[in-house]
């Protein structure tokens, strides 16, 4: 089963109230992600865990922030959420098998901020 | 972020045509790359991975790698509209992160 399972699917959230978003997979896939994807646009990296190391990308770095308690969640977290983060949140999951790690996706939460 | 530029930004072919998508790195650093295939309001699944210069077949899927330009392309042979998609190219800049383009959607007409 390479399921990767997201909650909420769906989340409304006020302008300058957090947000946390949760994903979970049973896989133990050692690597788990967040992509940030906007209409007509790419998927935008956000962080991805390897284990227990986060990296954070340069240029959302104090945007977001992440936790990883065991090897089966990873949540997404925004402090005080503004317009410009409504967007489908994406996470990931993979293997670490030496190479070509493939990304297992959820389905996906959509954050609308108002 | 990495750029990873896709070509054409949409594209229709007739049912049984050829598909061709086009992906390209800036990123001289990058090793892999993948296609993803995203139908619509479902999540990006892998279809292709590649990492050797050439070519490699699946089924009605083709796709090659020229590592000296960091050029990919994916080619769909009779095209059926099951095949109506998103389709997002991703590479892998190092170690764990794999950026990705804003993917090309591909439109099959019956």
């Known amino acids: 089963d390479t399921t990767v399972k997201q909650n909420p699917r769906y989340k409304l959230a006020r302008v300058g109230k957090p947000v946390n978003l949760i994903c979970s997979q049973t896989?133990?896939?050692?690597?788990m992600y967040w992509y940030q994807k906007k209409p007509n646009q790419a998927p935008k990296l956000l962080l991805f865990?390897?284990?227990?190391?986060?990296?954070r990308e340069a240029d959302t770095f104090e945007k977001f922030q992440s936790s990883r308690p065991n090897n089966s969640f990873c949540s997404l977290y925004i402090g005080s959420a503004g317009l410009e983060y409504s967007a489908m949140y994406l996470c990931?999951?993979?293997?670490?098998?030496?190479?070509?790690?493939?990304?297992?996706f959820g389905e996906g939460s959509r954050l609308i901020v108002v | 972020q990495q750029k990873v530029q896709q070509s054409p930004e949409s594209l229709i072919v007739p049912e049984g045509g050829m598909a061709s998508l086009n992906c390209t790195s800036s990123?001289?650093?990058?090793?892999y790359f993948w296609w993803y295939r995203q139908h619509s309001g479902k999540s990006p699944k892998m279809l292709m991975?590649?990492?050797?210069?050439g070519e490699k077949e699946e089924g009605r899927f083709t796709v090659h790698l020229n590592k000296a330009s960091l050029h990919t392309s994916l080619h769909i042979r009779d095209s059926q509209p099951s095949d109506s998609a998103l389709y997002l190219c991703?590479?892998?800049?190092?170690?764990?992160?794999?950026?990705f383009g804003s993917g090309t959607r591909l439109l099959v007409s019956p």
């Open positions: 990931a999951s993979s293997p670490d098998r030496g190479g070509g790690n493939t990304l297992y």
């Open positions: 896989m133990n896939h050692d690597t």
């Open positions: 865990y390897y284990d227990k190391i986060l990296n």
């Open positions: 990123d001289r650093n990058v090793d």
């Open positions: 991975s590649i990492f050797s210069n």
């Open positions: 991703a590479a892998r800049p190092g170690g764990y992160k794999v950026v």
